[in-house]
């Protein structure tokens, strides 16, 4: 899965090194393209944006959904937790109490969430990772 950010400094290497100690990625790990640069009167307030695209882990990926639509649904209070099993498949558990409105109808809403975070996490990827909710 594919994030970006933007970043804003006086040089592009400071808004690259910036970005690399924010994210906690090393420099030659991040792809960025400048999107703006102006310069100020004599070199004086002068100001670069950067685009930074990062990959972040499948299973970090699936986390960040699920916790954000449990936020959107009221379960904030629920813990979640991602890993892969030995066959690389990303399996992810959600703990806490009244989790019904999670489960939905014969688990109808489980499985929709189960298939929206498989899609997210395998966005623009040529390999495709199965998710287990």
Sequence with gaps: MKKRE???AK???EAVQDAATALSVPVADLNYTVV???RGF??????VKIEVTYD???E???REFI???LYDMG???ARVEAFRNEDGDVVVTVKGEHLGALIGRHGEVMDSLQYLTGLVINRGKNDYTRVIL
């Excluded at 004599?42 to 100001?47: I, N, Q």
């Design 6 to 8: 933007i970043f804003t």
């Design 11 to 13: 040089t592009v290497e």
């Design 36 to 38: 703006d640069e102006s």
């Design 42 to 47: 004599l070199g004086l307030g002068s100001e």
């Design 56 to 58: 972040i882990a499948a």
């Design 60 to 62: 970090v990926g699936a």
């Design 67 to 69: 916790e954000s639509v």
């Design 75 to 77: 379960l904030e209070a």
